[in-house]
């Protein structure tokens, strides 16, 4: 399996919540990939460009700065994705319904990991903790912002 690069907008949303990394792989402002001959910052794009990365990279960012392990399974309808508490393993809850085969989920593996990536990256757990009645919401809530903030 090859390590995908992260999208556009999984790039800005990292961007957002302080992601920073050396690569020589970025996006310019309007989003288009470009490469560098050496190694750069998000403080040395200029002009709104963010870091391309892995999904690997930013999955190992989640883990360690936000303290949520995402994890991509298969079912006998594709892939789905679950989120849970890296210290505790307290479940965060799932997404099996927003794919975009059928029967909810995704035909790619990668394709799940790129959905929750964005997913985790668009709600902030610490700050609206206190507003969730469970920790099994939080995907729920999250999902429904995402989607909110992708129209």
Not at 12 to 19: D, E, S
Not at 51 to 78: M, Y
Not at 80 to 86: E, H, I, L, R, V
Request: net charge positive.
């Amino acid at each position: 399996m090859k390590d995908q690069l992260i999208s556009f907008k999984t790039a800005l949303l990292a961007k957002l919540k302080g992601f920073d990394t050396h690569s020589k792989s970025y996006f310019g402002a309007t989003g288009l990939p470009h490469r560098s001959k050496q190694h750069l910052t998000q403080n040395s794009i200029k002009n709104g460009g963010c870091i391309r990365c892995t999904q690997s990279v930013l999955l190992k960012f989640i883990r360690e700065k936000r303290n949520v392990v995402i994890v991509v399974d298969s079912c006998a309808s594709g892939y789905y994705w679950f989120m849970s508490k890296a210290d505790t393993g307290t479940n965060l809850g799932s997404d099996n319904e927003s794919g975009t085969n059928d029967s909810g989920c995704w035909n790619r593996f990668e394709d799940a990991l790129e959905n929750a990536l964005q997913v985790q990256l668009s709600y902030d757990l610490p700050k609206n903790l206190k507003k969730l009645k469970s920790w099994s919401v939080y995907s729920t809530v999250a999902r429904k912002k995402f989607k909110k903030n992708e129209r």
